[in-house]
């Protein structure tokens, strides 16, 4: 149990951070329970329109940093100050670049909205530059092997959030605009007490050194970081242009609940790539084989329980004006389950150094995902996205595998657990 509480060694910082999803989860399920009920699909699709650029043009123009601040963290920490330092500065600059962005962007990406939300949407994209930041301290966190911090910083957010929409919620304020400034604003206290914690432990001081160190990683697995991120928020910016705002809100529910899934794989990638990081090839292996037989097996189970579910749940947990979206739903759990076996395979490459390839692997998902929405979903609709998701990802998921044995001349992964993945055997002290 102390091992447990401290996160230490991995499997034990492994089924911490499984636990703080499944609360983050928990949370969330009552943030999206609240917003829908009270906003209805079309409150719910503005909300997710307004969200959705400080994040994505954040993490999309991030240049790599923040993984690479944890692989260097890993192989040089003598080096702390320098590449702290170095971070500091870049989240800084590349935060500015996003505001900027957004701030010219979105006019013209809400075009089907109205001057309220457009003029919304650009005053909060300064926001990018706390969460380009707050992504730096996430990567401090796990280079350091400070997961204990990491996860209550993680929880804190959600649950500010929560809280913020129930006071709304409870004294009739709660519209999509006060909505999305709960969702902006619930991260910034863990934001502030995570760089001051940085700042009582260490004095960043940047080097040209550690500008090229960071960089060097960076920009190899930016590839992978920009095509991660465009995946995972490629649909939603495709049907920006397809639905209107309450079949955008229909599907975010769907997607969000479908979603849930990802928290086994979270728990086991927030771990996997800073543990691994820096091993052989075979200790990587062997890392993840239990990690993605494990998770992939949970997530299969708890996929079909919900699918049998899934029409029943949107009823019950959002009302019957989201029972609509049950078809997609079910697309979008088979999508979440290729996703995170997907990504766990991608966090073992990149442990052993070969960002590239994992980049060209998110190209190809990528790639082939919004080909297949820009045709599905102007004639198929809410399914014709999911379906264009669940291919794009298996197409990823095959290619991952069979990096492996092509490239790395080793044996896949296992998809499915042993016995003695889920009952290890007592190590000798």
């Known amino acids: 149990m102390r091992a447990l509480l401290a996160g230490r060694p991995a499997l034990a910082a492994s089924l911490q951070s499984l636990a703080t999803n499944l609360a983050i989860l928990a949370v969330n399920v009552a943030t999206g329970l609240l917003t829908a009920r009270v906003l209805g699909p079309d409150g719910r699709g503005r909300l997710a329109a307004m969200l959705l650029w400080p994040q994505f043009l954040a993490y999309g123009l991030n240049l790599g940093v923040p993984r690479a601040l944890t692989f260097q963290l890993r192989n040089r920490p003598q080096e702390e100050p320098g590449l702290m ?3 500091l500065w870049l989240s800084l600059l590349l935060g500015l670049v996003a505001s900027a962005s957004g701030i010219f962007l979105i006019p013209e990406a809400l075009h089907a909205y109205s001057q309220a939300d457009v003029r919304f949407a650009q005053a909060v994209m300064p926001l990018a530059i706390a969460v380009l930041l707050s992504s730096i301290l996430t990567s401090w966190q796990q280079g350091k092997g400070d997961f204990r911090r990491l996860n209550l910083s993680r929880y804190s957010a959600p649950l500010l959030t929560l809280a913020g929409l129930v006071g709304l919620a409870l004294t009739g304020h709660l519209g999509a605009r006060s909505a999305a400034l709960c969702y902006l604003f619930g991260s910034l ?24 160190a960071l960089l060097h990683y960076g920009i190899r697995s930016y590839g992978a970081d920009l095509l991660g991120t465009l995946g995972s928020q490629l649909d939603r910016l495709l049907v920006l242009g397809f639905l209107d705002p309450r079949e955008l809100g229909l599907y975010v529910v769907s997607q969000n609940l479908a979603r849930l899934l990802g928290s086994l794989e979270g728990a086991a990638s927030l771990v996997l790539f800073p543990r691994a990081s820096g091993r052989s090839t075979d200790e990587v292996l062997g890392m993840t084989d239990r990690a993605l037989s494990v998770t992939n097996a949970a997530a299969l189970l708890a996929a079909a329980l919900l699918a049998l579910a899934g029409p029943a749940a949107l009823s019950l947990l959002y009302g019957n004006r989201f029972a609509a979206a049950s078809a997609v739903f079910r697309l979008l759990l088979l999508e979440a389950v290729l996703a995170g076996a997907a990504n766990l395979m991608g966090q073992a490459l990149l442990a052993v150094n070969r960002p590239g390839v994992v980049t060209l692997l998110s190209g190809l998902s990528v790639g082939s995902s919004a080909l297949l929405l820009l045709w599905l979903v102007p004639t198929d609709g809410l399914v014709g996205a999911g379906l264009a998701l669940a291919a794009g990802t298996g197409m990823r998921l095959l290619a991952s595998y069979l990096c492996f044995p092509l490239l790395l001349r080793c044996r896949p992964p296992r998809l499915l657990p042993r016995r003695s993945d889920l009952f290890p055997a007592r190590q000798p002290r």
């Open 85 to 87: 330092g170095a971070a």
């Open 189 to 212: 206290p863990a934001t502030a007490w995570n760089l001051r914690s940085l700042l009582g432990q260490l004095r960043p001081r940047p080097r040209r050194t550690s500008f090229s």
